[in-house]
């Protein structure tokens, strides 16, 4: 999906983690996702190996109580039937085992999103672009016999940015996800936060990626932006 993406997954976490395509400037309220092919695969993978790889997810109780787990990556993907879409629906978001979690510090962190996705939508053009989290259940982070829940809601807040010149070089997306406001609820005996319960993406881009559909063969790069 492109360079500097802030999701996945996340989720990716996705924690979060885990990524959408933009352009710095103005904007006009028509912009879409585009790919130089059809169907277009895009791809979604953490920003390289630095700090806004990791994927950030911090949770705030009532009592100004906070949990910070950081996953070391996410990956997802999202396919478009057309070569311009005005929202992507990320599927198969992972944040492990391969992509170790940790909660402040200490491993041992348990991610699971099945049955979610992270849809990227821009409604209003750029100054309203969404994260919608849909979930026929909800995203679940394990740790310590707690676990943390996130179900569908709509957010406000990525932020997409073009890395190459759109149609004409090969070109990714950079999807920057510092998000905040997000609904969380827990269950279990070793759960130590005191409902209401906040939570916020506050670092991990994620690089959006287009390729052609694997189903025709082996995937090759494609030319992908937001505009």
């Known amino acids: 999906m492109i360079r500097n993406l802030n999701v996945l997954m996340a989720a990716a976490m996705a924690l979060g983690s885990i990524g959408a395509i933009g352009v710095a400037g103005a904007h006009a ?6 790919c130089s092919v059809e169907p277009c695969r895009f791809t979604a993978r953490s920003d390289g190996t630095g700090k806004t790889a990791h994927q950030v997810f911090v949770v705030k109780g009532a009592n100004n109580e906070e949990v910070s787990f950081t996953c070391n990556g996410v990956t997802a993907e999202a396919t478009s039937s057309t070569k311009t879409a005005t929202a992507l629906s990320f599927t198969n978001i ?12 200490t491993p041992g962190v348990s991610v699971t999103t099945t049955g979610c996705a992270y849809e990227f939508t821009s409604p209003g053009g750029a100054t309203s672009t969404e994260l919608h989290i849909v979930c026929t259940g909800s995203i679940r982070i394990g740790i310590f016999r707690c676990t943390f829940r996130i179900g569908s809601q709509r957010l406000k807040g990525p932020k997409y940015h073009n890395i190459g010149k759109e149609a004409d070089t090969t070109t990714e997306v950079t999807v920057e996800n510092a998000i905040t406001g997000i609904a969380v609820t827990q269950e ?9 319960l906040t939570g916020s993406f506050t670092t991990g881009n994620v690089i959006v990626t287009g390729e052609t559909d694997p189903a025709t063969g082996t995937p090759v790069m494609a030319n992908g932006w937001w505009a």
């Open 29 to 34: 309220a028509e912009e879409k996702f585009h």
């Open 94 to 105: 992972n944040y492990g085992p391969e992509t170790e979690c940790s909660v402040n510090g």
């Open 188 to 196: 279990g005996t070793g759960c130590k936060t005191t409902e209401p």
